[in-house]
């Protein structure tokens, strides 16, 4: 990893004088600082054909940033790409391309690669996106720290490089899902009003699609399918048809309903194996049951879609349990009638999702009830905590499985009354394995940052090696970064921000900008789905019997146990920022190397394991 110099403006006077003021006063006092990150200055030696086109073309490994200031690295020159992935598996690769002299209009395309059966991979099995550079908060530990850093992937338009700059491009194949398996090849044509240049690609395809893994993956409470059902209650149509599409489309609400679904889509092509809407506060009963809009609209999507995970329905707006600074907050909750309708929902919609062969639903009645954490003033600090087990305890009654997101603190307040422990990475440590375990809950992780930062590492490592190393039930951040509410700001204008960025969130392909960090989840869940997918296989071939399945699953077992060693139990160990800058950095043996190397070993046991079938 290259090292990054700094700037930066002094520490506030009241840090100096060891003043500990409350964080909403010391927010009059905090300087904003702004780093100047940038890697180590050298002037790369053009060779005659890299003049000749008047550029040189480069790669480097997604989880290292390309900044605005890249130079090519000797070892870094782009003589040739190889990838390897599987059925309806994304494999991305990272290139820049630094410009020699100035570079007008320049495009990235890939044509189809074929085999030597003379199978195609199409070319419209590639995307290809061009990185916006942001001024951004650089990490959650000094938020009033800046930086400008590479950030979302946008649809690549022709675009000027000029002369000494650097453009990054993402280059991201979806393998078809009935590819043959073989050795595709072909050309990444990169190409200017005065010059072109051509790159062989590869791509390996192993004959085989992942397993799903074995936790849960989502972002918890997105709220789209609130707002359809807000407009579904209040609609001047009269409503008579028993199919909720059919309402939408009377409600003259198809718009929000190709939003919602759009957004989804997005989340299921990210790995992400669950959904979890943030309720509305419209309910009604209909022929004596609850009918909850949007519980109705996303059973919908889940079915269309193919989420194969149950649900995490987040009930605060419903049972007006949110925190007082959020809508339908807690001091409008009656437990006369909120308390009913939690018992109501929670057994009718478990049993619905049954006898309508879905994976199921979760329910989340509170939102962190934490001591002193969205409270009245004159409220006993554990009021929220006390309303989280009383409403856990109803809903288990009723039937209905139970989650809520918390610290180790309010988890403990809730005794055995939740099923899941989503517990925040900030205060996930390694008791906290033990104490789950000890009232019978499954344990998931929230790392918001992981998602809405701007590290590298911790999002594929998070998502990936450490949820599956420690047998995590779920990794759930409450952050979807690819949706209007919570798109990348260009802080300061420092930075490039989007280029042509629709309705908020949408690029010009009219589907959600991915952010870098949204991209290297899926990544991380894929290194989850070969572990899942290699251990399935082996005691496959295990079953099976011969020496060369048996010395196929020795081999694969012996991987898996390596690679569950050199993880820990405690996520506060894995920080993989630089100390000064905040750049991504390695942690705990954790390069970009290791990464690299630990997806190569498992991508060849996971081939060896195909064959033998």
Request: charged share 25%.
């Amino acid at each position: 990893m290259a090292a990054v110099a700094w700037l930066a403006t002094a520490a506030p006077a009241h840090a100096i004088l060891g003043w500990h003021l409350p964080w909403h006063l010391s927010r009059w006092f905090h300087r904003d600082r702004w780093i100047e990150l940038r890697e180590p200055q050298h002037r790369p030696i053009p060779t005659a054909d890299d003049k000749r086109d008047g550029m040189i073309p480069f790669s480097r490994s997604p989880l290292e940033r390309i900044g605005r200031d890249a130079r090519p690295r000797d070892e870094e020159r782009a003589a040739g790409l190889a990838l390897r992935a599987t059925r309806d598996e994304y494999e991305p690769a990272q290139i820049g391309v630094y410009g020699v002299r100035d570079l007008h209009a320049l495009t990235v395309g890939i044509g189809d690669l074929t085999d030597d059966a003379g199978d195609v991979l199409p070319a419209t099995a590639w995307s290809i996106r061009m990185v916006r550079f942001y001024g951004a908060s650089l990490s959650s530990r000094a938020r009033r720290t800046f930086g400008v850093v590479p950030k979302t992937l946008e649809p690549a338009v022709p675009l000027d490089v000029p002369r000494g700059s650097v453009r990054p491009y993402w280059l991201t194949v979806h393998v078809p899902a009935e590819q043959p398996g073989g050795l595709y090849r072909g050309a990444v044509r990169i190409a200017h009003d005065h010059g072109a240049r051509q790159i062989p690609i590869s791509v390996e395809v192993i004959p085989v699609r992942l397993h799903e893994a074995d936790a849960l993956y989502g972002t918890l409470s997105i709220n789209p399918l609130a707002e359809l059902s807000h407009v579904l209650a209040h609609s001047h149509s009269l409503l008579l048809s028993p199919d909720i599409v059919e309402e939408i489309h009377l409600a003259g609400a198809d718009a929000l309903l190709a939003r919602a679904e759009l957004m989804l889509r997005d989340q299921r092509a990210h790995g992400m194996n669950t959904i979890s809407p943030w309720s509305a506060k419209e309910y009604e009963v209909r022929d004596g049951h609850p009918y909850v809009r949007d519980i109705e609209v996303a059973m919908a999507l889940v079915r269309r879609l193919g989420f194969p995970r149950p649900m995490f329905y987040q009930m605060g707006t419903l049972l007006h349990t949110n925190k007082v600074n959020r809508a339908a907050s807690y001091r409008e909750f009656d437990a006369a009638r909120d308390e009913r309708v939690a018992r109501d929902v929670a057994a009718y919609y478990t049993d619905r999702f049954a006898r309508a062969g879905l994976p199921g639903i979760i329910f989340l009645p509170v939102e962190e009830p934490n001591l002193a954490d969205g409270i009245r003033l004159l409220d006993p600090p554990d009021a929220r905590q006390k309303l989280a087990a009383r409403l856990l305890a109803i809903i288990k009654q009723a039937g209905g499985r139970t989650a809520l997101n918390c610290t180790p603190e309010s988890a403990r307040a809730v005794g055995a009354q939740a099923d899941y422990w989503i517990v925040a990475h900030r205060a996930f440590t390694p008791q906290v394995y033990d104490d789950a375990a000890a009232a019978g809950a499954q344990l998931a992780l929230y790392a918001n940052t992981a998602l809405m930062g701007q590290n590298t590492y911790l999002p594929r490592f998070l998502f990936g090696y450490f949820v599956w190393a420690n047998h995590l039930a779920g990794m759930l951040p409450w952050t979807y970064p690819s949706q209007p509410n919570r798109f990348p700001t260009n802080v300061g204008r420092r930075g490039e921000g989007g280029y042509d960025v629709r309705d908020g969130f949408l690029g010009s392909d009219g589907t959600p900008i991915p952010t870098i960090q949204w991209e290297l989840a899926r990544e991380g869940i894929d290194d989850a789905r070969y572990l899942t997918t290699i251990a399935a296989l082996a005691a496959d071939a295990r079953g099976r019997g011969g020496a060369d399945a048996i010395a196929a699953a020795d081999a694969a077992e012996a991987f898996l146990a390596e690679v569950r060693a050199g993880v820990g139990r405690d996520a506060q160990q894995y920080v993989f920022e630089a100390p000064r800058t905040y750049a991504p950095h390695a942690d705990a043996g954790w390069d970009a190397a290791r990464f690299e190397a630990t997806h190569a070993h498992a991508a060849d046991l996971l081939a060896r394991l195909v064959a033998l079938r």
